[in-house]
Protein backbone atom coordinates (compact mmCIF):
# COMPACT_ATOMS: atom_id res chain seq x y z
CA UNK A 1 0.00 0.00 0.00
CA UNK A 2 1.51 3.74 -0.74
CA UNK A 3 0.57 6.65 1.05
CA UNK A 4 -2.53 6.93 2.83
CA UNK A 5 -4.80 9.79 2.42
CA UNK A 6 -5.75 11.75 5.97
CA UNK A 7 -8.97 10.29 5.58
CA UNK A 8 -7.79 6.38 5.75
CA UNK A 9 -5.65 7.31 8.74
CA UNK A 10 -8.49 8.79 11.25
CA UNK A 11 -10.77 5.70 9.85
CA UNK A 12 -8.02 3.35 10.24
CA UNK A 13 -7.95 4.65 13.93
CA UNK A 14 -10.99 3.52 14.73
CA UNK A 15 -10.24 -0.33 13.75
CA UNK A 16 -7.81 -0.65 16.83
CA UNK A 17 -9.03 -1.21 20.14
CA UNK A 18 -6.87 0.85 21.62
CA UNK A 19 -8.26 1.64 25.31
CA UNK A 20 -8.61 5.29 26.51
CA UNK A 21 -9.67 6.87 29.85
CA UNK A 22 -10.42 10.62 30.55
CA UNK A 23 -11.65 11.92 33.73
CA UNK A 24 -11.57 8.84 35.27
CA UNK A 25 -13.58 6.96 33.03
CA UNK A 26 -13.24 5.04 29.72
CA UNK A 27 -14.03 6.66 26.23
CA UNK A 28 -15.45 4.41 23.51
CA UNK A 29 -15.43 6.64 20.62
CA UNK A 30 -12.16 8.68 21.39
CA UNK A 31 -11.72 9.47 17.36
CA UNK A 32 -14.24 11.65 17.71
CA UNK A 33 -14.01 12.93 21.54
CA UNK A 34 -13.92 17.12 20.82
CA UNK A 35 -11.00 16.98 23.57
CA UNK A 36 -9.13 14.49 21.29
CA UNK A 37 -10.38 14.74 17.83
CA UNK A 38 -7.83 18.21 16.98
CA UNK A 39 -4.62 15.87 18.03
CA UNK A 40 -5.99 13.16 15.05
CA UNK A 41 -6.05 16.25 12.75
CA UNK A 42 -3.16 17.38 13.63
CA UNK A 43 -1.38 13.75 12.89
CA UNK A 44 -3.74 13.53 9.73
CA UNK A 45 -1.69 16.85 8.43
CA UNK A 46 1.37 14.81 7.88
CA UNK A 47 -0.89 12.44 5.62
CA UNK A 48 -2.78 15.09 4.10
CA UNK A 49 0.43 16.95 3.00
CA UNK A 50 1.66 14.30 1.57
CA UNK A 51 -0.57 13.97 -1.44
CA UNK A 52 -0.88 17.53 -1.94
CA UNK A 53 1.54 17.72 -5.02
CA UNK A 54 2.78 20.89 -3.63
CA UNK A 55 4.71 19.46 -0.89
CA UNK A 56 4.68 15.55 -2.29
CA UNK A 57 9.06 16.34 -2.61
CA UNK A 58 9.32 17.38 0.29
CA UNK A 59 6.95 14.91 2.63
CA UNK A 60 7.38 11.88 0.27
CA UNK A 61 10.49 9.97 -0.03
CA UNK A 62 12.17 6.75 -1.69
CA UNK A 63 12.33 3.90 1.08
CA UNK A 64 16.04 3.04 1.40
CA UNK A 65 14.69 -0.55 2.08
CA UNK A 66 12.61 -1.15 -0.62
CA UNK A 67 12.75 1.64 -2.95
CA UNK A 68 9.22 2.50 -2.78
CA UNK A 69 7.88 5.96 -2.15
CA UNK A 70 7.51 6.54 1.28
CA UNK A 71 6.10 9.21 4.07
CA UNK A 72 9.26 11.06 4.89
CA UNK A 73 8.04 10.54 8.37
CA UNK A 74 8.54 6.84 8.35
CA UNK A 75 12.14 7.13 6.47
CA UNK A 76 15.84 6.30 7.22
CA UNK A 77 17.83 8.92 6.97
CA UNK A 78 20.28 8.65 3.84
CA UNK A 79 22.15 11.74 3.53
CA UNK A 80 22.92 15.08 5.44
CA UNK A 81 19.87 16.64 2.97
CA UNK A 82 17.23 14.26 4.20
CA UNK A 83 18.24 15.43 7.72
CA UNK A 84 17.71 18.83 6.42
CA UNK A 85 14.60 17.96 4.52
CA UNK A 86 13.52 16.58 7.71
CA UNK A 87 13.71 20.51 9.60
CA UNK A 88 12.26 21.94 7.08
CA UNK A 89 9.01 18.98 6.71
CA UNK A 90 8.61 19.78 10.44
CA UNK A 91 8.29 23.30 10.25
CA UNK A 92 6.04 23.38 7.23
CA UNK A 93 3.57 21.05 9.57
CA UNK A 94 4.46 23.56 12.54
CA UNK A 95 3.10 26.24 9.98
CA UNK A 96 -0.10 24.07 8.94
CA UNK A 97 -1.27 23.57 12.49
CA UNK A 98 0.35 25.28 15.05
CA UNK A 99 0.77 22.04 17.36
CA UNK A 100 2.76 19.62 17.90
CA UNK A 101 2.15 17.03 15.16
CA UNK A 102 2.96 14.12 17.11
CA UNK A 103 4.60 11.85 14.29
CA UNK A 104 8.53 13.01 14.89
CA UNK A 105 9.27 10.82 17.73
CA UNK A 106 8.01 7.98 15.45
CA UNK A 107 10.84 9.12 13.39
CA UNK A 108 12.99 9.94 15.81
CA UNK A 109 12.87 6.22 17.26
CA UNK A 110 13.30 4.57 13.56
CA UNK A 111 16.78 6.36 13.21
CA UNK A 112 17.73 5.50 16.29
CA UNK A 113 16.88 2.02 17.20
CA UNK A 114 18.02 0.80 13.20
CA UNK A 115 21.38 2.48 13.95
CA UNK A 116 21.62 0.95 17.46
CA UNK A 117 20.45 -2.24 16.68
CA UNK A 118 23.29 -2.87 14.12
CA UNK A 119 25.91 -2.13 16.58
CA UNK A 120 24.41 -4.59 18.82
CA UNK A 121 24.39 -7.30 16.85
CA UNK A 122 27.33 -6.64 16.29
CA UNK A 123 28.79 -7.41 19.24
CA UNK A 124 26.25 -10.19 20.48
CA UNK A 125 25.28 -11.91 17.73
CA UNK A 126 21.53 -11.20 18.12
CA UNK A 127 19.10 -10.55 15.57
CA UNK A 128 17.71 -6.90 16.45
CA UNK A 129 18.65 -5.22 13.37
CA UNK A 130 16.40 -7.55 11.25
CA UNK A 131 13.46 -7.74 13.30
CA UNK A 132 13.69 -3.64 13.31
CA UNK A 133 14.20 -4.16 9.19
CA UNK A 134 11.10 -6.20 8.80
CA UNK A 135 9.23 -4.33 11.83
CA UNK A 136 9.84 -0.67 9.40
CA UNK A 137 9.44 -2.49 6.23
CA UNK A 138 6.10 -3.28 7.53
CA UNK A 139 5.49 0.33 9.07
CA UNK A 140 6.64 1.76 5.57
CA UNK A 141 4.18 -0.07 3.17
CA UNK A 142 0.99 0.75 5.05
CA UNK A 143 2.14 4.05 6.53
CA UNK A 144 1.13 3.89 9.80
CA UNK A 145 2.19 6.04 12.31
CA UNK A 146 4.36 4.93 15.32
CA UNK A 147 4.77 6.44 18.53
CA UNK A 148 8.98 6.75 19.79
CA UNK A 149 8.15 6.08 23.81
CA UNK A 150 11.11 6.68 26.15
CA UNK A 151 10.77 8.91 29.24
CA UNK A 152 9.31 6.42 32.23
CA UNK A 153 8.25 7.52 35.37
CA UNK A 154 11.82 7.15 37.08
CA UNK A 155 10.48 6.88 40.99
CA UNK A 156 13.07 7.96 42.89
CA UNK A 157 15.80 10.16 40.53
CA UNK A 158 18.59 9.20 42.95
CA UNK A 159 18.28 5.27 42.47
CA UNK A 160 18.68 3.28 39.44
CA UNK A 161 15.65 1.15 37.43
CA UNK A 162 16.84 -1.61 39.91
CA UNK A 163 17.45 -0.13 42.71
CA UNK A 164 13.79 1.37 42.89
CA UNK A 165 11.55 0.23 45.77
CA UNK A 166 8.72 0.17 42.90
CA UNK A 167 10.16 -2.22 40.06
CA UNK A 168 7.48 -0.22 37.43
CA UNK A 169 9.11 2.83 38.07
CA UNK A 170 10.91 1.89 34.51
CA UNK A 171 9.52 -0.73 32.06
CA UNK A 172 11.19 -3.90 32.53
CA UNK A 173 11.05 -7.74 31.51
CA UNK A 174 9.21 -9.54 33.86
CA UNK A 175 9.44 -13.00 32.08
CA UNK A 176 10.92 -14.40 29.53
CA UNK A 177 9.54 -17.26 27.01
CA UNK A 178 10.43 -19.08 24.17
CA UNK A 179 8.56 -17.01 21.94
CA UNK A 180 8.88 -13.50 23.73
CA UNK A 181 8.89 -11.50 26.50
CA UNK A 182 6.54 -10.10 28.94
CA UNK A 183 6.67 -6.81 30.07
CA UNK A 184 5.02 -4.07 32.61
CA UNK A 185 5.81 -0.11 33.65
CA UNK A 186 4.57 2.96 31.91
CA UNK A 187 5.77 5.70 29.93
CA UNK A 188 5.00 9.08 30.99
CA UNK A 189 3.60 12.51 28.98
CA UNK A 190 3.70 9.98 26.09
CA UNK A 191 3.10 12.76 23.29
CA UNK A 192 0.79 11.14 19.87
CA UNK A 193 0.38 7.71 22.05
CA UNK A 194 -3.20 7.52 21.33
CA UNK A 195 -3.13 8.43 17.74
CA UNK A 196 -0.62 5.92 16.87
CA UNK A 197 -1.11 2.59 14.93
CA UNK A 198 1.89 1.07 16.61
CA UNK A 199 4.40 1.98 19.90
CA UNK A 200 8.15 1.56 20.03
CA UNK A 201 9.64 1.59 23.85
CA UNK A 202 13.10 2.48 24.34
CA UNK A 203 15.02 2.77 27.61
CA UNK A 204 14.75 6.55 29.19
CA UNK A 205 18.64 6.37 30.76
CA UNK A 206 22.42 4.27 30.45
CA UNK A 207 21.62 1.33 32.32
CA UNK A 208 24.33 -1.07 34.30
CA UNK A 209 24.63 -4.36 34.29
CA UNK A 210 21.82 -5.01 37.57
CA UNK A 211 19.38 -2.88 35.45
CA UNK A 212 19.54 -6.17 32.82
CA UNK A 213 16.26 -6.62 33.05
CA UNK A 214 14.78 -3.16 32.43
CA UNK A 215 17.45 -2.65 28.96
CA UNK A 216 14.74 -3.51 27.20
CA UNK A 217 13.34 -2.14 23.50
CA UNK A 218 10.71 -3.26 21.38
CA UNK A 219 7.39 -2.74 19.22
CA UNK A 220 3.94 -3.29 19.98
CA UNK A 221 0.63 -2.21 18.44
CA UNK A 222 -1.36 0.58 20.22
CA UNK A 223 -4.05 -1.75 20.84
CA UNK A 224 -2.40 -4.61 22.95
CA UNK A 225 -3.52 -6.45 25.10
CA UNK A 226 -2.58 -5.27 29.11
CA UNK A 227 -1.84 -1.88 26.98
CA UNK A 228 -3.75 1.36 27.82
CA UNK A 229 -3.65 4.83 28.19
CA UNK A 230 -4.82 7.64 30.56
CA UNK A 231 -5.12 11.17 28.71
CA UNK A 232 -3.38 14.54 30.01
CA UNK A 233 -5.40 17.42 30.22
CA UNK A 234 -4.10 20.74 28.90
CA UNK A 235 -4.50 24.29 30.24
CA UNK A 236 -8.38 25.16 29.37
CA UNK A 237 -9.09 21.86 27.59
CA UNK A 238 -12.58 22.01 28.47
CA UNK A 239 -13.06 24.95 26.63
CA UNK A 240 -13.48 22.56 23.40
CA UNK A 241 -16.17 20.49 25.05
CA UNK A 242 -18.43 23.77 25.25
CA UNK A 243 -21.59 24.37 22.71
CA UNK A 244 -20.54 25.44 19.20
CA UNK A 245 -16.98 25.77 20.51
CA UNK A 246 -15.03 27.55 18.02
CA UNK A 247 -13.18 31.15 18.98
CA UNK A 248 -12.73 30.68 22.54
CA UNK A 249 -10.80 27.55 21.59
CA UNK A 250 -8.37 29.34 20.01
CA UNK A 251 -7.54 26.89 17.59
CA UNK A 252 -10.16 24.51 17.04
CA UNK A 253 -8.86 22.46 14.53
CA UNK A 254 -5.29 21.13 15.62
CA UNK A 255 -3.41 20.44 19.02
CA UNK A 256 -1.27 18.17 20.63
CA UNK A 257 -1.65 15.55 23.20
CA UNK A 258 0.04 13.48 25.82
CA UNK A 259 -0.96 10.54 28.11
CA UNK A 260 -0.35 8.30 30.73
CA UNK A 261 0.92 5.08 28.77
CA UNK A 262 0.60 1.71 31.18
CA UNK A 263 1.88 -1.78 30.15
CA UNK A 264 0.19 -4.23 32.39
CA UNK A 265 1.95 -7.77 31.42
CA UNK A 266 2.08 -7.12 27.61
CA UNK A 267 3.26 -10.12 25.60
CA UNK A 268 6.01 -8.95 22.95
CA UNK A 269 6.51 -11.25 20.59
CA UNK A 270 10.57 -12.48 19.49
CA UNK A 271 10.44 -10.47 16.45
CA UNK A 272 9.63 -7.25 17.53
CA UNK A 273 12.50 -7.24 19.83
CA UNK A 274 15.07 -5.08 19.61
CA UNK A 275 16.65 -4.84 22.60
CA UNK A 276 16.54 -7.52 25.46
CA UNK A 277 19.55 -6.93 28.42
CA UNK A 278 22.24 -5.90 26.37
CA UNK A 279 22.17 -3.09 29.20
CA UNK A 280 25.55 -1.25 27.62
CA UNK A 281 23.22 -0.57 24.73
CA UNK A 282 20.36 1.75 26.61
CA UNK A 283 22.66 4.83 26.82
CA UNK A 284 23.16 4.48 22.93
CA UNK A 285 19.70 4.17 22.02
CA UNK A 286 18.87 7.48 24.32
CA UNK A 287 21.51 9.18 23.17
CA UNK A 288 20.69 8.70 19.21
CA UNK A 289 16.97 9.17 19.86
CA UNK A 290 17.49 12.18 22.15
CA UNK A 291 19.58 13.95 19.55
CA UNK A 292 17.72 13.27 16.56
CA UNK A 293 14.46 15.08 18.83
CA UNK A 294 16.67 18.18 19.97
CA UNK A 295 17.27 18.53 16.16
CA UNK A 296 13.46 17.73 15.62
CA UNK A 297 12.73 21.03 17.34
CA UNK A 298 14.58 22.78 15.59
CA UNK A 299 11.88 22.82 12.71
CA UNK A 300 8.27 22.21 14.67
CA UNK A 301 9.04 24.76 17.16
CA UNK A 302 9.70 27.03 14.49
CA UNK A 303 7.22 26.20 12.31
CA UNK A 304 4.77 27.27 15.16
CA UNK A 305 6.73 30.32 16.04
CA UNK A 306 6.12 31.49 12.48
CA UNK A 307 2.01 31.39 13.48
CA UNK A 308 3.05 33.26 16.40
CA UNK A 309 4.75 36.20 15.19
CA UNK A 310 2.02 36.00 12.71
CA UNK A 311 -0.78 36.17 15.15
CA UNK A 312 1.02 38.62 16.93
CA UNK A 313 1.42 41.24 13.94
CA UNK A 314 -2.43 40.75 12.91
CA UNK A 315 -3.11 42.00 16.46
CA UNK A 316 -0.79 45.04 16.06
CA UNK A 317 -2.64 45.85 12.81
CA UNK A 318 -5.86 45.49 14.33
CA UNK A 319 -5.01 47.63 17.15
CA UNK A 320 -3.88 50.35 14.70
CA UNK A 321 -0.15 50.26 16.07
CA UNK A 322 1.87 47.99 13.30
CA UNK A 323 3.32 50.94 12.18
CA UNK A 324 4.64 51.91 15.39
CA UNK A 325 8.58 51.56 15.84
CA UNK A 326 8.26 50.07 19.01
CA UNK A 327 6.53 47.30 17.59
CA UNK A 328 8.38 46.47 14.51
CA UNK A 329 11.30 46.12 16.54
CA UNK A 330 9.48 43.93 18.50
CA UNK A 331 8.48 41.69 15.46
CA UNK A 332 12.22 41.97 14.57
CA UNK A 333 13.13 40.37 17.69
CA UNK A 334 10.70 37.71 17.56
CA UNK A 335 11.70 37.26 14.16
CA UNK A 336 15.41 37.13 15.01
CA UNK A 337 15.26 34.69 17.76
CA UNK A 338 12.95 32.09 15.65
CA UNK A 339 15.08 31.79 12.88
CA UNK A 340 17.82 31.43 15.21
CA UNK A 341 16.46 28.36 16.34
CA UNK A 342 16.29 27.34 12.56
CA UNK A 343 19.54 27.99 12.20
CA UNK A 344 20.47 25.67 14.84
CA UNK A 345 18.60 23.00 13.21
CA UNK A 346 19.49 22.93 9.84
CA UNK A 347 23.57 23.07 11.21
CA UNK A 348 23.31 19.86 13.24
CA UNK A 349 21.47 18.72 10.30
CA UNK A 350 24.04 19.73 7.49
CA UNK A 351 26.69 18.78 9.91
CA UNK A 352 25.46 14.97 10.53
CA UNK A 353 26.97 11.52 9.56
CA UNK A 354 26.57 8.01 8.30
CA UNK A 355 26.55 5.69 11.41
CA UNK A 356 27.92 2.28 10.95
CA UNK A 357 24.13 1.03 10.05
CA UNK A 358 24.11 3.62 6.79
CA UNK A 359 21.67 6.04 7.96
CA UNK A 360 22.31 9.54 9.45
CA UNK A 361 23.22 10.70 12.68
CA UNK A 362 22.40 14.48 13.55
CA UNK A 363 25.89 16.59 14.37
CA UNK A 364 25.10 15.74 18.60
CA UNK A 365 26.90 19.04 19.99
CA UNK A 366 24.56 21.39 17.73
CA UNK A 367 21.36 19.46 17.81
CA UNK A 368 21.84 20.35 21.96
CA UNK A 369 22.60 23.81 21.72
CA UNK A 370 19.66 23.67 19.38
CA UNK A 371 17.43 22.22 22.17
CA UNK A 372 18.87 24.33 24.74
CA UNK A 373 18.50 27.53 23.11
CA UNK A 374 14.57 25.91 22.03
CA UNK A 375 14.58 26.15 26.42
CA UNK A 376 14.07 29.84 26.19
CA UNK A 377 13.77 31.76 22.60
CA UNK A 378 9.85 30.58 22.61
CA UNK A 379 9.04 31.80 26.12
CA UNK A 380 10.84 35.02 25.00
CA UNK A 381 8.54 35.36 21.58
CA UNK A 382 5.90 34.28 23.67
CA UNK A 383 6.74 37.53 25.81
CA UNK A 384 6.68 39.52 23.30
CA UNK A 385 3.80 38.50 21.68
CA UNK A 386 1.38 38.82 24.74
CA UNK A 387 3.29 42.45 24.94
CA UNK A 388 2.29 43.22 21.21
CA UNK A 389 -1.62 41.74 21.87
CA UNK A 390 -2.35 43.60 24.68
CA UNK A 391 -4.39 42.38 28.27
CA UNK A 392 -7.39 41.66 25.64
CA UNK A 393 -6.31 38.20 24.75
CA UNK A 394 -7.02 37.29 28.89
CA UNK A 395 -9.60 39.58 29.70
CA UNK A 396 -12.20 39.43 27.06
CA UNK A 397 -15.71 37.90 27.21
CA UNK A 398 -17.07 34.76 25.57
CA UNK A 399 -18.09 33.92 22.54
CA UNK A 400 -21.17 33.29 23.65
CA UNK A 401 -21.40 36.74 25.00
CA UNK A 402 -20.55 38.10 21.84
CA UNK A 403 -23.48 36.42 20.03
CA UNK A 404 -25.85 36.91 23.08
CA UNK A 405 -29.52 38.28 22.78
CA UNK A 406 -29.92 38.77 26.54
CA UNK A 407 -31.15 42.93 27.07
CA UNK A 408 -29.27 45.27 29.05
CA UNK A 409 -29.14 48.29 27.74
CA UNK A 410 -31.23 51.32 28.73
CA UNK A 411 -32.45 51.72 24.79
CA UNK A 412 -32.62 47.96 24.63
CA UNK A 413 -28.95 46.60 23.43
CA UNK A 414 -28.27 43.23 23.71
CA UNK A 415 -25.08 42.07 25.59
CA UNK A 416 -23.86 41.15 22.23
CA UNK A 417 -24.11 44.67 20.71
CA UNK A 418 -22.51 45.96 23.42
CA UNK A 419 -19.24 43.61 24.03
CA UNK A 420 -19.45 44.38 19.86
CA UNK A 421 -19.44 47.96 20.69
CA UNK A 422 -16.63 48.57 23.26
CA UNK A 423 -14.53 45.59 21.61
CA UNK A 424 -14.66 47.20 17.88
CA UNK A 425 -10.98 46.93 16.45
CA UNK A 426 -9.84 49.77 14.27
CA UNK A 427 -12.23 50.85 11.09
CA UNK A 428 -12.41 47.63 8.32
CA UNK A 429 -11.64 45.08 10.53
CA UNK A 430 -14.23 42.93 12.41
CA UNK A 431 -14.75 42.66 15.82
CA UNK A 432 -15.00 39.02 15.30
CA UNK A 433 -11.52 38.74 14.00
CA UNK A 434 -10.24 40.61 16.56
CA UNK A 435 -11.47 38.07 18.76
CA UNK A 436 -10.21 35.31 16.77
CA UNK A 437 -6.02 36.53 16.64
CA UNK A 438 -6.58 37.38 20.61
CA UNK A 439 -7.75 34.36 21.90
CA UNK A 440 -4.94 31.76 19.46
CA UNK A 441 -2.56 33.79 20.81
CA UNK A 442 -3.89 33.56 24.00
CA UNK A 443 -4.15 29.44 23.42
CA UNK A 444 -0.60 29.52 22.10
CA UNK A 445 1.05 31.67 24.86
CA UNK A 446 -1.01 30.27 28.17
CA UNK A 447 -3.89 28.21 26.67
CA UNK A 448 -3.79 24.10 25.80
CA UNK A 449 -1.59 25.05 23.01
CA UNK A 450 0.66 26.79 25.73
CA UNK A 451 1.84 22.90 26.19
CA UNK A 452 3.23 21.96 22.85
CA UNK A 453 5.25 25.60 22.60
CA UNK A 454 6.16 26.11 26.18
CA UNK A 455 6.23 23.59 28.65
CA UNK A 456 7.22 21.01 25.65
CA UNK A 457 9.79 23.29 24.67
CA UNK A 458 11.85 23.33 27.95
CA UNK A 459 11.05 19.73 28.78
CA UNK A 460 10.54 17.94 25.82
CA UNK A 461 12.96 15.96 24.31
CA UNK A 462 15.22 16.33 27.88
CA UNK A 463 14.90 19.01 30.32
CA UNK A 464 17.19 21.63 29.96
CA UNK A 465 20.15 19.98 32.07
CA UNK A 466 20.05 17.14 30.00
CA UNK A 467 21.46 18.97 26.99
CA UNK A 468 23.83 21.03 29.46
CA UNK A 469 25.41 17.74 29.99
CA UNK A 470 25.75 16.62 26.73
CA UNK A 471 27.28 19.69 25.46
CA UNK A 472 29.93 19.55 28.77
CA UNK A 473 30.89 16.08 27.26
CA UNK A 474 30.71 17.10 23.31
CA UNK A 475 32.15 20.34 24.06
CA UNK A 476 36.06 19.74 23.77
CA UNK A 477 37.21 21.88 26.43
CA UNK A 478 40.78 20.49 26.88
CA UNK A 479 41.06 20.66 23.03
CA UNK A 480 40.02 24.49 23.64
CA UNK A 481 42.26 24.99 26.39
CA UNK A 482 45.58 23.24 23.96
CA UNK A 483 44.47 26.33 21.68
CA UNK A 484 44.84 28.86 24.07
CA UNK A 485 48.35 27.05 25.21
CA UNK A 486 49.68 27.48 21.43
CA UNK A 487 48.73 31.45 20.86
CA UNK A 488 49.89 32.33 23.90
CA UNK A 489 52.77 30.17 23.52
CA UNK A 490 52.62 28.18 26.87
CA UNK A 491 54.66 25.30 26.81
FE1 LIG B 1 7.27 16.57 16.52
FE2 LIG B 1 7.88 18.81 17.76
FE3 LIG B 1 5.82 17.36 18.60
FE4 LIG B 1 8.29 16.48 19.01
S1 LIG B 1 7.38 18.34 19.86
S2 LIG B 1 6.57 15.30 18.20
S3 LIG B 1 9.33 17.23 17.16
S4 LIG B 1 6.01 18.39 16.63
FE1 LIG C 1 8.00 16.75 21.84
Known sequence: MAIKSAKEYIESLRELKTRVYMFGEKIENWVDHPMIRPSINCVAMTYALAQDPQYAELMTVKSSLTGRTVNRFTHLHQSTEDLINKVKMQRLLGQKTASCFQRCVGMDAFNAVYSSTYEIDEKHGTHYHENFKKFLTYV??????????????????????????????????????????????????????????????????????????????FACPTDAEGMYMIYGRQSCDTRKLEESADIDVGNAKFGGQEALVVLDHVFIPNEYIFLNGEYEFAGMIVERFAGYHRQSYGGCKVGVGDVVIGAAALAAEYNGVEKASAVKDKLIEMTHLNETLYCCGIACSSQGFRTKAGNYQIDLLLANVCKQNVTRFPYEIVRLAEDIAGGLMVTMPSQKDFSSDTVVGRNGETIGEICNKFFAAREGVSTEDRQRIMRFLENMCLGAAAVGYRTESMHGAGSPQAQRIMIARQGNIQGKKQLAKEIAGIQ
Open 140 to 217: QDNDLTVDGAMTDPKGDRSKSPSQQVDPDMYVHVVERREDGIVVCGAKCHQTGSINSHWHIFMPTIAMGEADRDWAVS
